[in-house]
């Protein structure tokens, strides 16, 4: 008799034990069910942006492409070789060209094309200061607008507040660059012909201006490399190498 009353005793404290397990079991699933339906506080987004950390977001991004855009501008070949950013033979001046080559003055094109490039590269290497200066003094007001544009909008926003300040500033590096590397020793000979068998024909003289042609097109081609760069920031949280361009540009990932 007594061990028949332990045996029911014994099936009453396993019964009750084991409903309490179940219990907690279903609460703590229903809890997480709760979780992940709402999520918990510290998983919301904390510290919204103000516009003024947004510009200085958008400066440093700026600076940054200008920085490594100049580095890669100004190394050999780095317009030469950049089909990106490749300085031509003057378009206005096409006639030139194909004269030259049919005088069997190839290999004074090509010199040409390719001293036209050296004298950007070489001008390159003094514009991330007159750049970045520049950024630094951009006015900008709407940073939140700009940063919810398109991918390029910091550059386009930059070229054009900044774009004929920058020519002024920069032609006359490009200058000493045109004299560094003689480009004019490669182009007078060319135009000269050219000119020369023109004036029999009562045909226009070509007068292009290397240092307004080159100037331009280095200009163009910094901003090309200016927009990979903040495109590859915007994209890519690794490039993204300060608190605040995480911060900012962070605020646009999915």
Same mark, same amino acid.
């Given at each position: ?45 904390? @510290? ?7 510009? %200085? $977001?958008?400066?440093? *991004?700026?600076? +940054?492409?200008?920085?490594?855009? =100049? ?67 951009? @006015? ?7 940063? %919810? $544009?398109?991918?390029? *909008?910091?550059? +386009?926003?930059?070229?054009?507040? =900044? ?92």
């Amino acid at each position: 008799m007594i061990k028949n009353k332990l045996l029911f005793i014994y099936t009453l404290i396993f019964f009750f034990f084991s409903n309490s397990i179940n219990s907690q079991i279903n609460i703590n699933k229903i809890s997480k069910q709760v979780k992940t339906q709402f999520p918990s506080e510290n998983k919301v987004k904390t @510290n919204p942006l103000n516009n003024d950390e947004v510009i %200085k $977001g958008l400066k440093e *991004a700026l600076s +940054i492409g200008v920085t490594k855009g =100049t580095e890669k501008a100004s190394a050999i070949g780095g317009f030469l070789k950049n089909d990106l950013i490749r300085i031509p033979f003057p378009p206005e001046a096409k006639n030139v060209r194909d004269k030259a080559m049919q005088w069997g003055l190839d290999r004074k094109v090509e010199k040409f094309e390719q001293t036209l490039n050296e004298a950007a590269e070489e001008a390159c290497k003094t514009a991330s200061p007159i750049f970045i200066d520049a950024i630094k003094n951009m @006015n900008v007001t709407d940073g939140i607008k700009i940063l %919810k $544009g398109n991918d390029n *909008a910091a550059t +386009i926003f930059l070229e054009n507040q =900044t774009g004929s300040k920058l020519y002024s500033l920069f032609i006359p590096e490009v200058k000493k660059a045109i004299d560094k590397v003689q480009l004019t020793t490669y182009w007078t000979p060319l135009v000269n012909k050219y000119n020369q068998t023109t004036k029999l024909s009562g045909k226009e003289k070509i007068e292009t201006d290397l240092n307004k042609y080159v100037t331009e097109r280095a200009i163009s081609g910094l901003f090309k490399l200016v927009e990979i760069q903040e495109k590859e920031i915007r994209k890519n949280p690794i490039s993204r190498t300060s608190d605040i361009l995480k911060k900012v540009f962070s605020s646009l990932d999915p």
